[in-house]
């Protein structure tokens, strides 16, 4: 299995625009999370996803901030406008019990 | 105020040495801790996961330990190898609804 893949890797982009992350679960796992990381706070959990049905997105800093997972092999986190203190490393995991496997992450710049 | 601490903030250690880094929480009630492993530009990479009723669980050189009581964790590393350097995070889950409280984690360079 190729592990959690998200994409982009990098995104840069101006304040004011749209920006979508990706994501791909390890098959068969029923689980999904979307966390984001910065030197300040540290690694924060955003929303988490049980069977593509959000369970808990009290994380969610705003609701410029949205995720969705239509299907069992994807999400998307969309941020709409995106602001420059939203500039951080966004990771994507998945799991199925217990340990958590994670995503590379998308290193996200805004202007 | 962080309800998971760990320390130290940084450490630096020889290759070959043994070291622990410390997690204190104060999450109630409690459901699980996980130790992770960041290597840089990478996404963190499970180590270890307690239960209130485990108090210790290795993974290679890694050892957890788990005191529910005192409510504190340890990570010991055995025989450190330059591979080790990394980030050791702490993630501490509630018990009613599994909110996961994450530490600030421990910086750890290992030098030749």
């Known amino acids: 299995d190729a592990g959690v893949i998200q994409s982009p890797r990098h995104e840069v982009t101006e304040m004011g625009q749209e920006v979508t992350l990706r994501c791909k679960p390890i098959s068969g796992h029923n689980s999904l999370f979307w966390y984001r990381q910065t030197m300040m706070r540290g690694l924060e959990l955003l929303i988490y996803?049980?069977?593509?049905?959000?369970?808990?997105d009290s994380g969610m800093p705003e609701d410029r901030f949205s995720a969705k997972m239509p299907n069992a092999s994807f999400s998307t986190l969309k941020i709409q406008p995106s602001e420059p203190r939203d500039s951080a490393v966004y990771f994507c995991?998945?799991?199925?019990?217990?340990?958590?496997?994670f995503g590379p992450g998308t290193r996200l710049t805004v202007l | 105020k962080n309800q998971v601490e760990q320390s130290p903030q940084s450490l630096i250690i020889l290759e070959g040495k043994n070291c622990t880094l410390q997690?204190?929480?104060?999450?109630?009630?409690?459901?699980?801790l996980r130790w992770y492993k960041q290597d840089t530009g990478r996404g963190p990479v499970s180590l270890t996961i307690m239960t209130f009723s485990e108090n210790t669980k290795s993974n290679r050189r890694y050892t957890a330990t788990l005191d529910a009581d005192t409510k504190q964790s340890s990570l010991h590393i055995t025989a450190s190898q330059l591979s080790d350097s990394a980030s050791y995070i702490c993630?501490?889950?509630?018990?009613?609804?599994?909110?996961?409280?994450f530490g600030a984690g421990t910086r750890l360079t290992v030098k030749p």
């Open positions: 993630v501490v889950s509630e018990g009613n609804n599994n909110d996961m409280r």
């Open positions: 996803f049980n069977n593509n049905v959000p369970i808990d």
């Open positions: 997690c204190n929480y104060t999450v109630s009630p409690f459901s699980n």
């Open positions: 995991a998945s799991s199925l019990g217990y340990t958590q496997y």
